[in-house]
């Protein structure tokens, strides 16, 4: 099954959220039954995946549905939907949440535990693409705090490192929220091996504030 960029029906977006969960597996960014993976078709009715099963494997009648108020409607929702329910209630744009287990990422919040932020001016692509990734403070899985964590950078941010657990990305399609994850890990992995090679050295001032300019001009969404 390839990916459906525009889906037009809501198995087509079961289908898409199939999709993605296996090639978040398939770049080792989930393991097992980690993560969870969100589409809002409308506040009365909001697609995830289910509690408990390997993302791999699931199937479309797998897939469980929630109201923003968190009532469950059909099926065995993710234990962490909380989370996507404050993404949906802060950022009105948000149709879909993506939190994935990135290595890369959630070892560079362990390696640097007092780093609020990825070191955005190492690397123009980071800044044009996402503006910033904050590193939110660590919540225990499952809790209200890992929603009420991200009220300071939504909407704002679109890509946020989840210290010592994961990572998560918003989008206006679950085809941004997808491209979000696999743009941090990419970025994590060039940042460590820089930290590894030797240091990680910055761009001036003055080519930041030209690409920040940039980024205003691209838009919100993420690249």
Not at 40 to 49: A, N
Not at 75 to 100: D, F, I
Not at 164 to 178: P, T, V
Not at 179 to 187: F, K, N, P, T
Request: aromatic share 4%.
């Amino acid at each position: 099954m390839g990916p459906i960029f525009e889906p037009k029906s809501e198995s087509e977006i079961r289908q898409q959220i199939i999709w993605v969960s296996q090639e978040l597996r398939k770049k080792n960014m989930l393991a097992s039954a980690d993560g969870n993976i969100s589409y809002r078709i409308s506040d009365e009715r909001i697609l995830i995946t289910p509690s408990g099963l390997p993302k791999s494997f699931i199937k479309e009648k797998d897939i469980a549905v929630i109201d923003i108020n968190n009532n469950i409607l059909e099926g065995k929702p993710s234990s962490e939907r909380l989370m996507h329910l404050e993404v949906y209630k802060k950022a009105p744009l948000a149709k879909s949440v993506v939190h994935a287990h990135p290595p890369r990422s959630i070892a560079w919040s362990i390696a640097f535990p007092d780093a609020k932020e990825l070191p955005i001016g190492a690397m123009s692509e980071l800044i044009l693409a996402v503006g910033s990734v904050p590193i939110v403070s660590y919540a225990r899985p499952g809790t209200v705090e890992m929603g009420t964590n991200l009220h300071h950078y939504l909407p704002g941010n679109r890509v946020m490192i989840l210290a010592r657990h994961g990572a998560l990305s918003w989008g206006e399609s679950l085809i941004e929220s997808f491209c979000g994850m696999e743009r941090l890990e990419h970025s994590v992995e060039i940042l460590s091996a820089a930290h590894q090679l030797g240091t990680i050295s910055e761009l001036d001032e003055s080519e930041l504030s030209e690409l920040k300019k940039l980024r205003k001009q691209l838009g919100d969404k993420t690249l």
